[in-house]
């Protein structure tokens, strides 16, 4: 009975997705709407509930990974923790674990690190199931400087070692910073080091004096910034290229896109689904931040489609070439 009252919920929502997220219904209107059906069913016996928490770990085990340069795997979707802090923040991490993501994005500027890691022990997911990222400030710059953030980030996360730890930003003394990662990488205390907001004159400057290359180069790309060249430049070098803000933290309404919601219409998906589908067929990982767990649910699932190439086409048409985060640059 119980797997019934699931299923029929489940169909619900389904339905609703298909029938009215198409015709302009906005992302979060849809999702509350979900979320009050799927809370109808709060009753259900542990069979049920166990039936949910297999189809979370189904989630979990459906993200694919990409392999770096240095032979490691990396999900390729993850979660980003840009502005939530405190409790939020501790929730939004643990709640990203427990619908299925594996991989955690921060930084030592978001001032999170704590929190985050708070969120990944209420978790309960072990350590090593789990892709932990940060990134050294401008502000802690040069070799023992950043050898020292490197301990406070790990402290406050309260982890024995970092999976990915990245140079925010190309500023300050950079060179001496990648130095302290390397020893750090070779020590065995970060399983593959990177860089953040890199240009690729940049990113030459820094292979001509380094022993290891950069695993990962994360950066603005989004549907409005598509960043081709530095695409094709990072795949060249071998680089992982990963999408910060993929939706563009919502500017130029890009929930309401009407290309994009023609093409979900045909897939019976989201604009934000399509965005982070298409940041997947073009090889780029992508950290969607939410606070919302049937948004992070949503956003985990766009493994069970594909764009055509039609579909890329129209959303190649779309890119204004430009940061849309001027005020960061």
Excluded at 150 to 161: A, I, N
Aim: proline content about 3%; glycine content about 6%.
């Amino acid at each position: 009975m119980e797997l019934i009252i699931f299923t029929n919920t489940m169909k619900k929502i389904i339905q609703m997705s298909q029938k009215d997220q198409p015709t302009g219904m906005k992302r979060r209107a849809f999702l509350q709407t979900g979320a009050k059906l799927a809370a109808s069913t709060v009753f259900l016996s542990f069979g049920a509930r166990h039936i949910i928490a297999w189809n979370r770990q189904a989630l979990a085990s459906s993200i694919p990974e990409f392999v770096l340069n240095n032979g490691i795997k990396m999900p390729a979707l993850g979660f980003g923790t840009h502005s939530l802090s405190g409790a939020a923040c501790i929730r939004s991490v643990s709640e990203a674990i427990s619908v299925g993501f594996r991989l955690i994005d921060t930084a030592t500027i978001y001032g999170n690190e704590e929190a985050v890691g708070q969120g990944i022990v209420q978790s309960g997911i072990k350590r090593e199931s789990l892709f932990i990222t940060s990134k050294l400030w401008v502000a802690d710059s040069g070799y023992e400087n950043t050898k020292k953030a490197f301990e406070t980030s790990l402290k406050k996360l309260g982890l024995e070692y970092l999976d990915l730890y990245l140079i925010h930003r190309p500023r300050g003394d950079v060179k001496g910073s990648w130095k302290a990662m390397e020893a750090l990488y070779k020590e065995g205390k970060i399983r593959a080091i990177g860089l953040s907001n890199f240009e690729p004159e940049q990113i030459e400057e820094l292979l001509a004096e380094s022993s290891v290359k950069p695993a990962v180069n994360q950066i603005e790309t989004h549907i409005f910034f598509q960043q081709e060249s530095s695409h094709e430049y990072l795949k060249k070098k071998e680089i992982q290229m990963e999408a910060w803000s993929p939706f563009a933290a919502g500017r130029n309404g890009i929930f309401n896109n009407p290309t994009l919601a023609e093409i979900g219409k045909k897939h019976h998906k989201s604009n934000a689904q399509v965005c982070l589908r298409w940041h997947y067929q073009r090889g780029i990982i992508a950290i969607p931040r939410s606070s919302q767990k049937a948004h992070m649910i949503e956003n985990l699932s766009i493994f069970d489609f594909e764009l055509d190439q039609d579909d890329m086409k129209k959303i190649a048409t779309l890119d204004l070439k430009t940061t849309q985060f001027p005020e960061w640059s």
